[in-house]
């Protein structure tokens, strides 16, 4: 394993309001840099971010969070294009999921010399013995549709991509072997 920085982008509010909307390169810019930047200060004892392999890093989340506790384990999947977040303590009447995934596209960014995951909008919730889901937030994808932020082939691509996720936890084959070895590198890791 090997230290690394993941940032998310969400992708429509780099401007810092709740609101989508299309920003200029340059918002967008300002905004990842801005983001890497504050996570690079960091204490290393405090260091959240390891690298397992090419398809796998996981995030020991910071506990100060609203909806994120000592339990709480990030695992992001580049191949997969996937964020999941294990042991997530979401408020009722959410409060019955444990499992959040995100879509995402999730690539190395070697100028800002880290991680970056595209926020794609469509997120599913997953039960606590993976029997049961519920996606959310298409209704995101579809004002970002709308506005222009993503075209219709990348929407159709999006949406394809939520029912593949969705189609392999009604298989029973969810979590992903990436998971099971994340955890086991958390342990590791002791977190």
């Known amino acids: 394993m090997q230290s690394t920085l993941v940032v998310w982008w969400r992708y429509g509010k780099e401007h810092g309001e709740e609101a989508f909307r299309v920003n200029s390169p340059e918002i967008i810019a300002a905004h990842l840099d801005a983001k890497a930047a504050r996570f690079r200060q960091t204490p290393e004892t405090e260091w959240r971010w390891q690298q397992v392999d090419d398809d796998l890093i996981v995030e020991r989340t910071a506990p100060d969070s609203l909806y994120y506790r000592e339990d709480t384990r990030i695992y992001y999947l580049p191949k997969r294009g996937l964020g999941v977040i ?62 222009g932020l993503v075209s219709a082939t990348k929407a159709s691509h999006i949406l394809r991509r939520t029912e593949a996720v969705t189609q392999v936890i009604v298989r029973g084959e969810f979590p992903f072997p990436e998971i099971e070895r994340g955890q086991a590198a958390c342990r590791e890791l002791g977190w």
Not at 129 to 142: C, E, I, S, T, Y
């Open 86 to 147: 294990e042991n997530i303590h979401l408020n009722p009447p959410h409060d019955v999921w444990s499992w959040y995934i995100h879509l995402a596209d999730i690539a190395y960014d070697a100028p800002r010399v880290c991680w970056v995951m595209q926020d794609l909008f469509a997120d599913i919730l997953v039960a606590p013995d993976a029997r049961a889901h519920r996606v959310l937030d298409l209704d995101d994808l579809a004002t970002a549709l709308e506005i």
